[in-house]
């Protein structure tokens, strides 16, 4: 499996941004799906995950703001980033996990990051 991250840029506050994540491989409902970023000088925060049933979880930072979707015909992952603001500003990482009977808090399988840079 791999993963390939894209949609990134720089845009100003309030403005939305689509990220999408390229799975090669089969994966169908055998892995879970994350987005990670890291921002200079902080540590690694998980986004957002999805499980093998679509039930999604999110960071208190971006509750109501972000939806992580995932579209397993297209072998395709997303995150809607709406209302940005300047502290989502970070390199982003679509991950995956292989379901254990639960999705693990470690990536199994890493995309290359994409930058999001929220700017005036």
């Known amino acids: 499996v791999q993963l390939t991250d894209s949609g990134g840029g720089s845009v100003q506050p309030g403005d939305s941004l689509r990220l999408s994540c390229g799975v090669s491989?089969?994966?169908?409902?055998?892995?879970?799906m994350a987005w990670f970023r890291h921002a200079p000088g902080k540590e690694r925060e998980e986004v957002a995950r999805?499980?093998?049933?679509?039930?999604?979880r999110y960071a208190d930072s971006v509750q109501g703001r972000f939806t992580i979707s995932r579209a397993n015909a297209e072998n395709a992952l997303y995150l809607q980033m709406n209302d940005l603001k300047p502290e989502d500003t970070a390199v982003y990482y679509c991950?995956?996990?292989?379901?254990?009977?639960?999705?693990?808090?470690?990536?199994?399988?890493w995309g290359q990051g994409t930058q999001v840079v929220v700017s005036s």
């Open positions: 991950a995956a996990l292989e379901y254990l009977g639960y999705c693990p808090r470690t990536p199994d399988v």
């Open positions: 999805i499980d093998i049933y679509d039930a999604t």
């Open positions: 491989g089969y994966i169908g409902r055998r892995y879970c």
